[in-house]
């Protein structure tokens, strides 16, 4: 969900790991950091029950050390939200009494989601590529998330280096539990950032869609914007 900028060269020929790290962002050249702010509608959907649909808010400021951002749910439920570069630790503080709320948990979503973690995690192996949608071709990897106990599968535009989707396996299990798809690849300002996320699992689905024309994203000015808003 980041805003990112795009690869001149294409990377479907690039060593695995210079690839990852590609991926990481930890390769990309920006001389200036980057900031988003993206309101947008979430709408969520489970077997049995009405649909949900309420508003969505997040925003990030990207150096090329350490990410900031917040996720703000509802307009009363947030999260403050870090992660170092290098290591792609991340950490997800509530505001508040959220995590007594926890929507975000029931609708699927983890706010570690839109700094795209999972990309951190150990690179196991790379897999054969694909092509996703019949039109995007990807480079596919198996990661390793010990934490959670989980193997992710992700697939990466071989092009521009970005992630566009992901399955979550519990170890042990051939059958994935959770799955993540990024679209709407926009640009603006001359960065781009993912308008749409999709995420699905046992009897649920959840959409995220950003609004472009609220959309603030640009090169990090001399006076540094506030990103943060508070709970109502």
Request: proline residues 4%; aromatic residues 10%; glycine residues 8%.
């Amino acid at each position: 969900m980041l805003p990112v900028l795009l690869l001149a060269a294409d990377g479907k020929d690039l060593p695995m790991e210079e690839f990852v790290a590609q991926a990481r962002g930890s390769a990309r050249r920006q001389d200036k950091a980057t900031y988003a702010k993206l309101r947008g509608v979430l709408q969520h959907r489970r077997r049995g029950k009405d649909a949900e649909t309420m508003p969505i808010y997040f925003s990030t400021i990207i150096h090329s050390d350490r990410t900031i951002g917040q996720l703000v749910l509802n307009g009363n439920e947030g999260y403050i939200l870090s992660q170092a570069q290098r290591s792609g630790l991340t950490t997800v503080q509530p505001m508040g009494d959220s995590a007594k709320k926890d929507k975000l948990g029931y609708v699927g979503v983890r706010a570690s989601d839109l700094m795209m973690s999972f990309l951190f995690c150990k690179v196991e192996k790379e897999l054969e590529s694909e092509s996703l949608r019949g039109i995007v071709q990807c480079r596919v990897f198996q990661f390793d998330d010990p934490d959670n106990k989980e193997k992710i599968k992700v697939w990466i535009s071989s092009e521009h280096a970005f992630p566009l989707k992901a399955e979550f396996y519990r170890y042990g299990e051939n059958k994935r539990f959770r799955e993540l798809e990024a679209g709407a690849l926009t640009k603006k300002n001359e960065l781009y950032y993912v308008r749409h996320l999709r995420l699905e699992g046992p009897g649920w689905i959840t959409k995220i869609d950003f609004d472009n024309d609220k959309a603030e994203i640009g090169v990090l000015p001399d006076k540094v914007p506030n990103i943060f808003i508070p709970l109502k």
